[in-house]
Structure formats: C-alpha cells, structure tokens
C-alpha cells in the first residue's frame, strides 16, 4: 500500500487509518464495549491500517491502555500511533492546559499507558488561553529531540494559532475538523498548510455516520440517542445532505462499493488531505472502511462530489 509522509518529519503511514474515540471512550459515549474496541483495533491493524489516532481524553487514558493491549502483538514500527493531550483534571475541574510542564508529563504518562517507547504523531489537542502557542511547540520540540515523539501535531488550532504555533516551523500536522458537508478550512487554513509543508488531517470524516449513505430522508433518531439533537441530523441540513448523497449512489454502484467507501476515496484523493481517521464501533465495521482504498475515482467523479457538496 502507498504511504504518505506526514509534514516534514520522518513518519511514513498508510493514509487510511483509525479513530479510537468509541475504543474506551466512555466518557463520550455510552454503552461502550471494551472488548468491541480492542477487538476493532486488531481487525484494523490486521486489515493493513497503520495509523490510530487516539488521545487522553478519550475515556481519560483508557482508549491508551487498550490500544497498548492490542499493539503488544504487532511488530511497533507496523503501528504508528497519533496521540493527543491538553485536559487537565488535576484542579478537579477540566481545564485546557498547554503548559510546556503539563505537556512533557502528559507524554510521559501516556507513554507508560500505551506501553510504547515513542509516539509517532504527538497533538496538543486544544488550544489554551494562556501559554504562547510557539512555547507549547517548544516543548513537543524538545520531546522530539528526546525521541520520545517523532512527529509534532496541533489539533483545533484556528488560522491565526496555526501560524503563531509554526513560528519556528517545527508543526509536522494539523487536525482539525473538515468533511464533505464542512469545508471551513479550505480558504485560508489550506493554502498556509501547503506553503508551509504541513499535513493536514480531518476529524469527523463521516459526520458520525451521516456520510456513510446508511440514512434516508425518513430516518428518525430515538431520543436517546445524541443525533436526535444535532441540527445535522435533523430538518433542512439533514435533507440536504441526504440529497447530495443521492448524488454519490451511482457512482458507488459504478464501482460495486457503497457510499460509504466513496467517501473515503474522495477524501484519499484530495490533494490538501494526508490522511483520513474515519472512527468504528466495532470490527464489523473495518472491512467496509478499508474496502475504500480498492476506490479510484475518476477526475469526472472526484469534481462531481465535490460541486455536488459545494452547491458550484
Ligand atoms: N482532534 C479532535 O479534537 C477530534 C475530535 C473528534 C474526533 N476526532 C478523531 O476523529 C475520529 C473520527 O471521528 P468519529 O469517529 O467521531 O466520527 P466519524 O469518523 O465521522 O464517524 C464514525 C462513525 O461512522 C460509522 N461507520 C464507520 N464505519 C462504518 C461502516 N463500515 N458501516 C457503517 N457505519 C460506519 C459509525 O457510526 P455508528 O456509530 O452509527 O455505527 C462510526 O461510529 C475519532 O475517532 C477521533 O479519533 C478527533
């Protein structure tokens, strides 16, 4: 499989890779089970992914401790692991903390959690009020030099703190939040990101199901379930993007795969993308998602997609 390089560091990944917030993720989502999440990351790994995107706040070190689990049985340089940091819960209250101390601890406990030498990818997963953004970089460098982090990231990071983090230019990648139906980053982030030779990875790239082509206009959510309370899942936006998929049906029925894997071809094939961490409740799901990278869409499709979901 062809790899992508991730900024200007030395870390080389399969562009299709794994979001872990549903493996131990239990304070963000109910009714998880941890045998599903370790069970998702084997199959994934198995099935050729390399890189999971995991982080301390998903289930507070717990989606750490089950992916140091799962990665005890690979060979380590099979697995390239991005991780995340910047919640702090030591004052008994949440708070984002991007202090250079706060920081070079968070690597080490998460080291220990994931039972790992290094991190590949390392983000500040939020940015704070307080600490200069190129101070908080400084302290990833120092980690880099340290070799415990191999690759530097910042996640959630607007234009302006984009640029004032890479004031040294030590940012490998950025992740933030981007999908079909949420092209923000594309006027201003993307061309900086491209001049300055940094990554770009998206979060959400399924809109939590909503682009995976399993919903119709008449589908309704339990109130029990968060959807039912998403303007995305709900009224004129969900009837838009449930319209703009119809788009993709025959080209998904073109190439013999379902909307799902079309999707995630046209996120590989954008240029201004490194990689995609689509998220899976269970292994069920990993076959469907690595199905993607047998899709090559033509130019035709590709810009049909993209129009389609730009109303150009
Ligand atoms: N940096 C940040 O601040 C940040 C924020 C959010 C997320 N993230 C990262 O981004 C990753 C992706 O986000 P996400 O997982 O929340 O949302 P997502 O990738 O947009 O959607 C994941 C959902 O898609 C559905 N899905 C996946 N494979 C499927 C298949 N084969 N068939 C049918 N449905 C399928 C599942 O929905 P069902 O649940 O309906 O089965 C799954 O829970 C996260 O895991 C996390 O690593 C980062």
Known sequence: MSKVKIGKSQVETVPLGLGTNKVGGHNLFSNLSESDGLETVHAALKSGIQLLDTAFIYGKGRSEELIGEVIANFPREQVIIADKAAHDFSSGEMVLNNNPQFLKQSVDDALKRLKTDYIDIFYIHFPDKETPKSEAVGALQELREAGKIRAIGISNFSFEQTQE??????????????????????????????DAGISFVPYFPLESG????????????????????????????????????????????????????????????NPDLTAVIPGARNAGQIPGIVHALDVKLSKEEYDLIDRTFTNR
């Open 165 to 194: 983090a890479n004031q040294d230019g030590y940012v490998d990648v950025i992740e933030n939040y981007y999908s079909l139906i949420h092209r923000d980053e594309e006027e201003k982030l993307f061309p900086y990101l491209r």
């Open 210 to 269: 909503l682009l995976t082509g399993k919903f119709n206009k008449d589908t309704t959510f339990a109130e029990s379930d968060p959807r039912s309370k998403d303007a995305k899942f709900n009224g004129e936006a969900f009837q838009k993007t449930i319209k703009n998929i119809d788009t993709i049906r025959p080209i998904a029925q073109k190439h013999h795969v379902d909307v799902l894997q079309v999707v995630l071809a046209w996120y590989l094939a």
